[in-house]
């Protein structure tokens, strides 16, 4: 099959409209819980929930470019351009041609959750780029060059380093050659070899879990338990939302051309690999947004057979405006268009729920710092902040100001604790007070967190409390506030 010249002029010119209106947009909210924790993290090879490489990029970009919401959000907006240059670099492996091309560049730029991730920092964003790289250089290994394995090992080693869950992706591939071939591609010393390069890359971090005792199996025990079955009633439907309803019959179409056209018999074991890995994430209770890498590749192999189907004006104009009315909707839910003032009433929040998350955290703070003050004398030198999870404990890190030292049992920061053998006096955040009374002399609900928006959240309506008298000394009490979620 005939590889067709990179026709750049549509893919630049995407990229840079993509990263314009990420740029001009991004920082209208405020930061989401997410990326108030990973500000938190300390350089480490690993943590009890997540690899290294997310936060590392957030604390790389603030140094660079200032402790900003906008700075934090870079690498994201650079990873999203990524994406969108892989992706049309599959459809050119494919065949596509200028057309196809430009269909992939531009709906992609403005598409669903591919938009969403784009705006956020979040491991989610960089995975995307990880998957798609790894699913690029694994058609041009089946199709052109066993070779190429060697660097779908090296991107993969890589992504370790980012989230555990590519493993999933070449899992699902490896069914998927079994099931329906070339099974020779995976009796390759080029595919074993870029196996064990994977490994290589990726074992400062595996050694990091197994000596730590694997703390990312009971993070992702966690999240099964906890949303689980939630997940898995979202799967399916989600699918069909994440890059956009009006782009659905381009992947479609893709699946299709897979299963179907002679040429691209060598890769047909990536639409195979699409029901494969949704059974896996069924089964496991992870989140719907998990198969995106591999969405996005269906998406770039159907504009192949969807730009031929385009040939005609009025088809090309239908298409258009479908890649339009698509950007124009998800560009409402994924952006912070709506003022925050109100966002809440809307149905924003319901179809995003990274929105939420995102709003009052700067209220939060000073109804905290309130409480703080009026402390009576003396009992804020013995004072800690404990909160219920890491964005609260985020936001107070970020914007709180003559606060004392802030403390969360929530997934890695358990490990920064515990509060010093000093701290008498504790200021609750969002934690029941019902639940926490039973460690301390005395507990009492001083406020409510409020952020006077119509916008809920995981915050707003929870106690702050003031608590005196520990039960027990902090290293023997402190267990007892881990949790993982």
């Not at 660079?64 to 934090?72: E, I």
């Not at 002679?262 to 059974?279: D, G």
């Not at 008498?424 to 934690?431: C, F, K, Q, Y």
Request: some cysteine.
């Amino acid at each position: 099959m005939r590889t067709p010249p990179l026709f750049k002029l549509h893919p630049a010119a995407a990229s840079l409209v993509l990263a314009a209106v990420l740029a001009a947009t991004n920082a209208r909210y405020d930061y989401h819980r997410d990326e108030l924790y990973f500000r938190m993290l300390d350089p480490a090879w690993g943590y009890a929930d997540q690899p290294p490489l997310t936060p590392l990029l957030g604390r790389a970009a603030v140094a660079v470019l200032g402790d900003s919401v906008w700075a934090l959000r870079v690498p994201s907006v650079l990873c999203m351009v990524g994406v969108l240059w892989l992706a049309v670099l599959i459809v050119r492996e494919l065949g596509g041609g200028r057309a196809a091309q430009a269909l992939c560049a531009w709906g992609l730029a403005f598409a669903g959750v591919a938009l969403a991730f784009g705006h956020l920092l979040s491991t989610a964003t960089v995975d995307l780029a990880v998957w798609t790289a790894v699913l690029l250089f694994a058609a041009r290994a089946l199709l052109r060059d066993p070779r190429w394995w060697l660097a779908v090992g090296a991107v993969t080693g890589v992504g370790l380093y980012n989230k555990h869950l590519v493993v999933l992706l070449l899992l699902s591939l490896g069914i998927a050659l079994l099931a329906v071939g070339p099974r020779g591609a995976l009796a390759s010393k080029w595919l074993w070899t870029g196996a064990g390069l994977a490994l290589a890359i990726g074992s400062p971090n595996l050694v990091y879990q197994a000596v730590n005792g694997w703390p990312q199996l009971e993070m992702a025990s966690a999240i099964a338990e906890g949303d689980g079955a939630e997940n898995r009633v979202l799967l399916l439907p989600f699918q069909f939302v994440l890059l956009g309803t009006f782009l659905v019959p381009v992947w479609i179409a893709g699946v299709a051309a897979l299963l179907r056209r002679p040429e691209w018999r060598p890769v047909r074991a990536l639409a195979v690999a699409y029901p494969v890995l949704l059974v896996v994430v069924l089964v496991g209770g992870g989140q719907f947004y998990y198969p995106i890498g591999l969405l996005i590749a269906l998406f770039a192999a159907g504009c192949v057979p969807a730009a031929a189907w385009a040939a005609s004006r009025g088809r090309r104009l239908l298409l258009v405006a479908a890649v339009a009315l698509n950007a124009a909707v998800s560009a409402v839910v994924a952006l912070p268009l709506i003022p925050a003032a109100e966002v809440g009433d809307t149905p924003v929040p319901v179809m995003n729920d990274s929105v939420p998350d995102q709003i009052g955290w700067q209220a939060y703070v000073d109804q905290v710092e309130e409480v703080v003050a009026a402390l009576p004398e003396g009992e804020a030198e013995a004072a800690a902040v404990v909160t219920a999870n890491y964005g609260e404990a985020g936001a107070l890190e970020r914007y709180g100001e003559d606060l004392p030292p802030v403390f969360s049992g929530h997934n890695e920061l358990h490990r920064y604790g515990p509060p010093p053998a000093s701290a008498t006096v504790v200021v609750t955040v969002g934690l029941p007070l019902e639940r926490v009374s039973a460690h301390f002399d005395e507990c009492e609900a001083v406020a409510e967190l409020d952020h006077g928006l119509s916008v809920e959240n995981e915050e707003q309506g929870r106690p702050v409390g003031v608590c005196r008298g520990p039960a027990l000394p902090w290293d023997e009490l402190w267990p007892e506030f881990q949790h993982y979620s």
